[in-house]
T-cell receptor, first 111, second 114 residues
């Protein structure tokens, strides 16, 4: 059974810093790894999807990497802004596209 | 662009009552997924449908049932509600049910059981 863990659980940084969020998974037979953003009490916004055959994906200031052999994914956020404050969730996609979520990293970017 | 629509957005029920949550996927998406997110928890997969057939089943209680209709919308039926069923229920849709298809999530239905 796939288990997904995210470290750290919470992170507070000053505006402008580059930061890295970590995600680890136990089953390397992963189909894809998806990163989401969730604002308090709101839905999930898909940020990036990395297929199992890919190593990384980029969208604007976001870059996500996937290393299946080590069971890790990272989300890199460049030049962080207060508007980036949210909870970031990673989820591993298995057979049938069922997603297993990590516990999330709660990010606070201070002006 | 059209997104996943969920209704109602908020629902308050008493214990032992029933509830029906509806999900309208993105047009042309043929796969629907249901997730439950309890307070302070990460989303847990409940069930999914592909082309109106149940595709996968997760930690869905026997008191819950779901189906996908001919227009691809889906309904999650919850009976004998318990306090622990209070959660945010997300529906997601994708084009295809193979591994690697991006899931797009709806805004969720917040269910409160009193």
């Amino acid at each position: 059974k796939q288990e997904v863990t995210q470290i750290p659980a919470a992170l507070s940084v000053p505006e402008g810093e580059n930061l890295v969020l970590n995600c680890s998974f136990t089953d390397s037979a992963i189909y894809n790894l998806q990163w989401f953003r969730q604002d308090p009490g709101k839905g999930l916004t898909s940020l990036l999807l990395i297929q199992s055959s890919q190593r990384e994906q980029t969208s604007g200031r976001l870059n996500a990497s996937l290393d299946k052999s080590s069971g890790r994914s990272t989300l890199y956020i460049a030049a962080s802004q207060p508007g980036d404050s949210a909870t970031y969730l990673c989820a591993g996609g298995g057979a049938g596209n069922m997603l297993t979520f990590g516990g999330g990293t709660r990010l606070m970017v201070k002006p | 662009a059209a997104g996943v629509i969920q209704s109602p957005r908020h629902l308050i029920k008493e214990k032992r009552e029933t509830a029906t949550l509806k999900c309208y996927p993105i047009p042309r998406h043929d796969t629907v997924y249901w997730y439950q997110q309890g307070p302070g928890q990460d989303p847990q997969f409940l069930i999914s449908f592909y082309e109106k057939m149940q595709s996968d089943k997760g930690s869905i209680p026997d008191r819950f049932s779901a189906q996908q209709f001919s227009d691809y919308h889906s309904e999650l039926n919850m009976s004998s509600l318990e306090l622990g069923d209070s959660a945010l229920y997300f529906c997601a849709s994708s084009l295809g049910a193979g591994g690697g298809d991006t899931q797009y999530f709806g805004p969720g239905t917040r269910l409160t059981v009193l």
